[in-house]
């Protein structure tokens, strides 16, 4: 196990899990579209040439050529911009991948407004709905370093399909080294009895996490989970706060339909009606921006959070 409070960015801390992998498991092998340099793959080019594969600008056949090698008896991680791993491979990871049952961690890069100055035509906030419906396919968005270095090893060792949604330049070191991190249990960070805030991936639980200070300022006692397993979703944690509180705010970097918001909102109906509210990108395309604009157009900031999420409590 590494401790990752010393790296800078998280497409190291995602190379530096593949490559751990890599030593140990001589079945995980390495592909990419093209886009090695921007997420650093050149390390483990360096260490396992003959695992490394470049499959160019061709993502669907990428993808497919990992389908072929899970098929062959290895493990392989395939990378994209978000975008790409998801929308533009679609066919390949559903028929090639899912259909097929073979085991292929899929790794998208930059999701939503992660894209920053890509824009709009790179900003995937459907990439979740179209991962869920792919049958048996885990989904996972983690929000800190230490939870992206330990899930990466946890999908590994499930033997299942999986898509990892995550930020190449930004990290946030939330957990130290020795937290219980496990793929399909989210992690509890505040606990309060008027509100529950269910958040995913580092943009939006950073947000939150100041959101539920500025929530206590006006007496506002929020629960907060990190959420970073999308699916297989934790059922008995959704069930615990929303029990506790009776209001569920979910927020995401992406799109609501299909989405972390509509998965929680409908496994809810059935077994907890609770009151809700959601904070996503609703019915918008991308645009050209730095990080810190684009948090503020879309709405997700600490403020934006905390205002959807007072005016849920008092309803």
Request: proline residues 3%; aromatic residues 8%.
């Amino acid at each position: 196990m590494r401790d990752t409070k010393d790296f800078k960015f998280m497409r190291d801390v995602m190379m530096a899990a593949i490559n751990d992998l890599a030593a140990i498991h001589e079945d995980v092998v390495y592909l990419d579209a093209d886009l090695s340099s921007c997420i650093g793959a050149g390390s483990f080019q360096k260490l396992y040439p003959d695992r490394f594969y470049n499959c160019g600008i061709a993502e669907g056949n990428m993808v497919a050529v990992a389908a072929g090698l899970s098929s062959a008896g290895l493990t392989p991680f395939a990378h994209s911009f978000g975008v790409f791993a998801s929308r533009r491979a679609y066919d390949q990871a559903f028929l090639s991948v899912g259909y097929a049952k073979r085991c292929v961690h899929l790794l998208g890069s930059d999701p939503g407004v992660n894209a920053t100055y890509n824009g709009g035509t790179h900003m995937p906030f459907e990439d979740i709905a179209l991962m869920r419906q792919i049958p048996g396919m885990i989904v996972i968005e983690p929000s800190d370093a230490q939870s992206l270095y330990e899930l990466t090893l946890q999908v590994y060792d499930s033997g299942k399909a999986s898509y990892t949604r995550f930020p190449r330049k930004t990290i946030a070191h939330r957990y130290p080294l020795g937290t219980k991190i496990e793929l399909g249990k989210g992690v509890e960070l505040a606990d309060g009895g008027d509100l529950a805030i269910v958040a995913t991936g580092q943009v939006m639980v950073d947000a939150a996490t100041k959101a539920v200070e500025l929530l206590a300022q006006k007496g506002i006692k929020a629960t907060l989970v990190d959420l970073h397993t999308i699916r297989p979703l934790d059922t008995a944690l959704i069930d615990k706060v929303a029990k506790r509180t009776g209001h569920v705010l979910v927020c995401e970097n992406g799109r609501y339909a299909g989405g972390v918001g509509e998965m929680v909102a409908g496994y809810l109906a059935k077994t907890n009606p609770v009151k809700m509210d959601f904070v996503n990108v609703g019915e918008r395309f991308g645009e050209v921006g730095n990080l810190d604009y684009l948090t503020k157009a879309f709405g997700f900031t600490p403020e934006h959070i905390a205002e959807v999420g007072e005016a849920l409590a008092k309803r």
